[in-house]
């Protein structure tokens, strides 16, 4: 079993800063959240409590114990939420720390996800040989594809692979998923970034599915740890990805990622637009949270 979850909130949120589109409509207290808060840490129900909570919640009943909440240097507000002391605070008997995603000299933001789980790494050695979950911040993954990554214990690495016909989001914004290649074993082969639409088919699954990261993955720190440590820089986005370090990693050793297909959308909180449609998802779906 896998008891770790790490969860990447050292970004920016730069495109949540953006200005909103006319057809937005937002409270003056949701304008100044979404342009000065963590997008986990914007209130999203009646009781002011943020999206963070909700993950939290979800992996608490997938059966994780033990939370590393990567976030920027100025991690006031998380401490507020979740507990004053940098690691081992008790949040809802969830096991609570913080790792710090310190951007290097001469840059003006992190430098990738990949860089947030080797600095996580570094400031929790216990992580380098151990298995652990990561996932983002700002994506509220379900108690069943937390589940599945926590029990994979037949495998040392894997990720959900969704099927792209269930994500509930625009036609334009799929269009722009990397696709996923498996093997007839499940075993990641590669990831296609922009994809041609008039390709789609060669990357169908053995059940004719699209699959996608929604980059929800498991790893084996053991073997991971070197690839996030010596990951290269995207030429394009100029960070440290990791689905370039785990692309690697398969190169190095094939077979040593399964994907784990799964049908369900993904509630995802990436601009202010998303406020309102998040706030409703979250007043349907969880009448109240019982820890």
């Known amino acids: 079993m896998n008891d770790n979850l790490m969860i990447l909130a050292g970004g920016i949120s730069s495109r949540m800063k953006q200005q909103m589109d006319s057809d937005v409509s937002l409270s003056n207290e949701e304008k100044q959240q979404s342009n000065q808060r963590s997008k986990s840490l914007i209130s999203i129900d009646s009781n002011g409590r943020p999206l963070m909570d909700y993950l939290l919640y979800n992996a608490k009943k997938a059966g994780y114990k033990n939370i590393y909440i990567i976030t920027g240097e100025k991690n006031e507000l998380f401490k507020t939420f979740y507990g004053t002391q940098n690691n081992n605070n008790n949040f809802h008997d969830l096991n609570i720390s913080f790792a710090i995603q310190f951007i290097p000299k001469g840059r003006e933001k992190p430098f990738g996800t990949s860089d947030a789980v080797y ?20 994506n509220l993954y379900s108690v069943n594809a937390l589940r599945l990554l926590r029990e994979s214990s037949s495998v040392s690495n894997a990720l959900i692979s969704y099927d792209r016909e269930t994500l509930k989001f625009t036609e334009e914004r799929i269009a722009k998923f990397a696709l996923m290649l498996f093997d007839e074993n499940q075993y990641l082969v590669d990831i296609i970034e922009k994809p041609p639409l008039n390709q789609s088919h060669i990357f169908l699954d053995k059940k004719g599915k699209l699959r996608v990261s929604m980059n929800i993955f498991k790893f084996d720190g053991e073997l991971f740890f070197d690839y996030v440590k010596n990951c290269p820089i995207n030429p394009q986005r100029k960070e440290k990805e990791l689905p370039t370090a785990l692309l690697n990693m398969i190169q190095d050793h094939p077979n040593s990622v399964v994907g784990i297909p799964l049908s369900e959308h993904v509630p995802d909180l990436t601009s202010k637009q998303d406020i309102a449609i998040f706030k409703e998802y979250i007043k349907h779906s969880y009448a109240e949270l019982k820890w």
């Not at 600095?119 to 700002?138: G, H, I, R």
């Open 119 to 138: 600095q996580a790494c570094m400031q929790y050695p216990e992580l380098k040989t151990s298995k652990f979950t990561v996932c983002n911040s700002d």
